[in-house]
């Protein structure tokens, strides 16, 4: 599990708030995971960091994997449970 160790401060208006907690809540995440979601999105990795991604997926052990149909299912089950 990841532990944070930095905070930052961002002033917003209540139009960029509003947006922001909405982005959130459709997601059911936290107002701080939905903006480290969008840092993530928009602030490419390092060249290091890609790699060393990489090289965890490519060790990762091969799991089965659902027809399309199943996962489909299995997918809006799991967005049911959410909302």
Request: proline content about 5%.
């Amino acid at each position: 599990m990841c532990m944070f160790n930095r905070r930052l401060q961002v002033l917003l208006d209540d139009r960029q708030y509003a947006r922001l907690a909405a982005f959130a809540d459709e997601r059911n995440l936290s107002v701080g995971a939905a903006v480290r979601e969008a840092i993530d999105r928009v602030v490419p990795a390092t060249n290091d960091e890609r790699a060393a991604a990489m090289k965890l997926l490519l060790a990762a052990t091969p799991m089965a994997v659902p027809a399309p149909a199943d996962l489909r299912v299995e997918l809006d089950e799991l967005r049911g449970r959410r909302r």
